[in-house]
């Protein structure tokens, strides 16, 4: 197993097929007031180079759950790649917290904080990749799947942009042998590089299937799951009339697109979602939607992660008797300075 998480590829099949059973586990724990403090005082550092709802709440809460406490840190706040470098930065949360989230601009930057930490880094998103998100949603799939259908029977059709989203979800599905079809224009469309590495997860999974099309209606009619994400992010701006162009309306998930569904296909979005934009308020808002089913399953699974990376690498607590000894030790000098 990977010190890491920092790309959607580091985890085998098996891997996150246990994952997924850790996260019913921790979510029917929480459930029940339960959650076992396997990270009782220890400490996570949050680096936040983006804002988020989701990613930092499920993170912060998740850490309290597991009875630790998680540090926000944003760039102005601490030095991240100024007046230091990141491989300093890196040693020096190491030295201090027990496991480094960063959700950061450029991939790169996540690949070396990952390279120099002596903790385990987990990508709270990049550029490139969002694996908790991913990891999220084929929970959340498992939870929601067609009566009588496993997983690797499943189809996702994600509809819309190639966000990091769509390339996560387009390599956790195949890792997994599931069926995946991404319906854009083409300009918009995951590249041959992404479907290359889908292919060799396939291969290793032994089934799934996964394609690219701008067909989207014919797309949709064999969906289980349809999924879409924002069409532009900050710092797109001069892009968006271009953009929706593109996409407006045939790709908009709405009642129309929908039609071409079966009845029993789920409607998911990462969020934050622009109403109105690439899904209507009548189809996020509907039965079909595990929207915030999805956005609840955020902290189970960030519970579930935080337990597979961290708690493995933490060093046993000493004994009674060791704990006695540094107590009264630190007992004495604090009653020698007339504090105790």
């Known amino acids: 197993m990977s010190k890491d998480l920092i790309d959607t590829n580091d985890l085998s099949r098996d891997e996150l097929l246990n994952l997924i ?9 929480d459930r029940d ?23 930092r709440v499920s993170f912060e809460v ?21 007046r230091e470098t990141l491989g300093d930065t890196a040693e020096v949360l190491s030295r201090m917290c027990d496991g480094i989230m960063a959700r950061v601009a450029l991939h790169q930057t996540i690949v070396d904080l990952a390279a120099t930490s002596t903790v385990p880094v987990i990508n709270g998103s990049s550029d490139f990749v969002h694996p908790t998100q991913a990891i999220c949603d084929v929970f959340t799939m498992s939870e929601h799947r067609p009566a009588g259908k496993k997983l690797e029977d499943c189809t996702i059709v994600f509809v819309g942009d190639r966000t990091q989203v769509c390339s996560s979800l387009l390599f956790t599905a195949s890792t997994l042998g599931m069926h995946f079809i991404h319906a854009g224009p083409s300009r918009y469309r995951s590249p041959d590089e992404w479907v290359a590495l889908g292919e060799e997860n396939l291969a290793i999974a032994g089934c799934g299937s996964i394609s690219v099309t701008d067909d989207v209606e014919s797309a949709v009619a064999h969906a289980d799951f349809v999924y879409t994400d924002c069409w532009w992010w900050e ?29 029993e296909a789920k409607f998911m979005h990462c969020l934050p979602a622009s109403r109105g934009v690439e899904v209507t308020d009548e189809i996020i808002d509907s039965h079909r939607s595990i929207v915030f089913d999805q956005a609840e ?25 060791v704990r006695d000894g540094h107590t009264s030790r630190v007992t004495q000098l604090l009653k020698a300075r007339g504090l105790g």
């Open 21 to 29: 059973d850790l996260i019913a586990a921790l979510k029917a724990a």
């Open 33 to 55: 007031g339960c959650v076992p403090p396997l990270l009782a005082g220890r400490s996570l550092a949050m680096v936040f180079e983006q804002a988020s709802t989701r990613t």
């Open 62 to 82: 998740a850490m309290t759950k597991l009875g630790g406490h998680a540090l926000f840190l944003r760039p102005g706040e601490i030095h991240l790649g100024e």
């Open 235 to 263: 710092g797109q701006d001069d892009e968006i009339p271009a953009r929706r162009a593109a996409f407006m309306p045939r790709y908009q998930v709405n009642a129309t697109l929908m039609a071409h569904a079966s009845a």
């Open 297 to 321: 399953n955020r902290l189970h699974t960030q519970m579930a992660l935080l337990a597979w990376f961290i708690a493995p690498t933490l060093k046993p607590t000493g004994t009674p008797s």
